[in-house]
């Protein structure tokens, strides 16, 4: 009884330890399963199959073969030598797809254990399914990632190249071995610097150094192909620290800038060319950008603009601080009109050195275009052409003095034909009455006085001819600032008592108020007008006489208006001021006076125009270079 007692409690308690191990099988997603390898059947299968095959236990139970009719069509031959593997009581663990009942594709793992009897014959497998869609599909996105990075590295226009924490080569894409001219392969194992030269060996140490201290950096790097040529490549490195915070490497972005270089120091060798010639040309030049600050210049515009403007030339200064307040407004004029129209501004100026010698310059504004022809700013060109301006000038003064004396010999033979010769006939004439015996001392005493007066006559013209060709020559006398208000207060002082008795009105406004000239020349001027204006008085009106100056376009305008008679430029106009020209009888004269006012004027390199009508008045208007 008591065996049999034991023996009923030891099988219904491992009955509970079974339904208890079940228990905890089914509640698990993975299927535990086994088989009786000698009657072909599933003896148990857990709950877990119906969520992982859509199946129940009772069909699996029914039907062995099912697990084998679920395996995906493409997979089947995975598991074809399972049977085989088992009875050499080898565990089988394959990975294959399955079908579900509702037509869904899984990923499984299987393990499978072979059981063997006393005579060691196959009788039993277990085994466990379990779902590793998840870690499938993780890993195919995975390997999708991996492929795809290693495309855009291997396809990517920079080298990429890694080294370990020896800084050995661990990795190079194809264009980082293309670079350095080996094959990838060829490349893995070498260190970082078997690829550079001694002086490049050195750069790369230290700048590795840096990096080992966690230090990002961007540099030019030279390196030696495997022909032995020279590349220069831009590295971008970062370092590849663990978790920990160890160094592990390096990873390197690598473009090959060779060309760059060599680009660059073509440009380098074509600056330094027209840095030479900016510096060493006989003009000064200054850039202007877009925003009319300096960009650069040369030493010739620094030296140029020290001297005329006392001002230093300086980088990123805005040009009008080197132009008057007067002048800037016509300079910014021409500038916005180089902008618009591309076109060349050009202008010749004259300025006073200190030695008080007139210094030349050709000046010009240049547009400054880019390839796609845009507006990028100014170039300001001045050039010394003082030798050049005072040759050009000197065969126009000489050429001026050719056509004057020619003018002149015109003029003097039109006197000696009319003034002399009437004369010098007289002389004659009674020189041969004087040889007759028959006068009476009267008439004797008349003819000497008649041979006296015609010698006084050709004396005058003798003396006026004298004081003609004087005027003609510029003394060498010193030029200096002449006062216009000065010239008027000395000609009121000469002419006081006629300026009384006649009652004169002066009107003077100067701007400017002097010029730099023969002062006795411009006297001259200023008296031969005033006291023609006086002398040409309407009856009964007090004269009025207003002398202005302004400054218009490098020159000096001067205008001397008056209330007086008037002249009929019409009827006399052409012979104005032709030597002994009168056209007013009543007062006396010689007709010198204009001719005089024409050639100092002309003498001194200015002009002179005449406006008037009669009973109008008069106005000269006298032009004077600046």
């Known amino acids: 009884m008591g065996f049999s007692f034991n023996n009923e409690f030891g099988l219904q308690k491992l009955e509970f330890a079974h339904q208890e191990l079940m228990t905890f099988f089914n509640a698990m997603d993975e299927v535990f399963f086994s088989v009786d390898q000698v009657s072909r059947k599933v003896i148990q299968i857990s709950n877990g199959c119906e969520k992982l095959y859509g199946h129940k236990a009772e069909a699996f139970l029914a039907n062995h073969r099912l697990w084998f009719e679920l395996i995906h069509p493409d997979d089947k031959y995975l598991v074809e030598d399972e049977d085989e593997m088992l009875r050499r009581g080898e565990t089988v663990q394959k990975e294959y797809r399955i079908i579900r009942s509702d037509g869904a594709t899984r990923w499984v793992e299987d393990k499978v254990v072979p059981g063997f009897d006393e005579e060691g014959r196959l009788v039993r497998v ?19 990632s991996e492929r795809w990075y290693r495309q855009i590295v291997e396809s990517a226009q920079e080298g990429v190249w890694t080294i370990d924490e020896q800084e050995k080569t661990n990795f190079v894409n194809k264009k980082m071995a293309e670079i350095l001219g080996y094959a990838p392969e060829e490349m893995m194992g070498k260190g970082l ?10 750069y790369a140490i230290a700048c590795m150094e840096r990096r080992r201290r966690g230090s990002k950096e961007n540099l030019d790097v030279r390196y ?10 831009n590295i971008s490195a970062n370092p590849i620290i663990d978790e920990k915070g160890k160094y592990q490497g390096a990873l390197a972005m690598v473009t090959d800038i060779t060309q760059r270089k060599l680009d660059e120091d073509a440009l380098k060798n074509s600056e330094a060319n027209l840095r030479a010639i900016f ?7 200054i850039l202007i950008g877009t925003d009319l600050r300096i960009v650069s210049f040369n030493a010739l515009a620094q030296k140029f603009s020290i001297e005329r403007n006392a001002k230093a030339l300086k980088v990123n200064q805005h040009i009008s601080y ?16 180089i902008a618009a129209t591309g076109e060349l501004a050009s202008y010749e100026m004259s300025y006073q050195r200190p030695d008080g010698a007139t210094q030349w310059n050709n000046v010009r504004w ?8 845009r507006h990028a700013g100014f170039i300001l060109a001045n050039k010394d052409i003082t030798e050049t301006k005072t040759a050009m000038l000197e065969r126009e003064r000489v050429t001026a003095d050719l056509i004057q004396h020619i003018k002149d010999l015109e003029q003097f033979t039109y006197i000696i034909s009319h003034n002399l010769r009437a004369p010098v006939a007289n002389i004659i004439g009674l020189s041969e009455m004087l040889k007759e015996d028959l006068l009476e001392p009267e008439e004797k005493k008349e003819v000497v006085e008649r041979v006296s007066q015609s010698i006084l006559t050709i004396d005058g013209v003798i003396q006026d001819l004298n004081h003609i060709l004087q005027s003609r020559v510029l003394v060498n006398e010193k030029k200096e600032d002449v006062y216009f208000i000065d010239l008027v207060n000395a000609i009121k002082t000469s002419i006081h008592s006629t300026i009384v008795n006649e009652k004169v009105i002066f ?7 002097s010029m730099f000239t023969v002062k006795s020349y411009l006297y001259s001027i200023f008296y031969n007008l005033c006291s023609n204006s006086i002398k040409y008085r309407q009856t009964g009106i007090a004269p009025v006489i207003s002398i202005t100056s302004r400054l218009l376009k490098h020159k000096i305008t001067l205008h001397f208006k008056d209330n007086g008679k008037g002249i009929d430029l019409e009827k006399n106009g052409s012979h104005l001021f032709g030597l002994y020209k009168r056209f007013d009888t009543t007062t006396e004269g010689k007709g010198m006076g204009l001719f005089m006012v024409k050639t100092q004027v002309e003498t001194l390199g200015g002009t002179i125009e005449i406006k008037s009508k009669p009973g109008h008045g008069t106005e000269f208007v006298i032009e004077f270079p600046v």
């Open 366 to 373: 240049l547009d400054v275009k880019t390839a796609d022809n």
């Open 279 to 285: 510096e060493n040309t006989d003009s000064s030049y």
């Open 507 to 513: 009107n003077c406004s100067f701007e400017p108020g």
């Open 224 to 233: 030696l192909t495997k022909a032995g040529d020279v590349v220069w490549a």
């Open 322 to 337: 080197y132009f008057t307040e007067e002048r800037w407004p016509l300079i910014n004029a021409t500038l916005e009109k």
């Open 126 to 144: 277990d085994g466990i399914t379990r779902d590793i869609t998840g870690r499938k599909e993780a890993e195919d996105k995975h390997r999708k």
């Open 193 to 202: 610097y078997d690829f550079m030269d001694d002086e490049g060996r050195a």
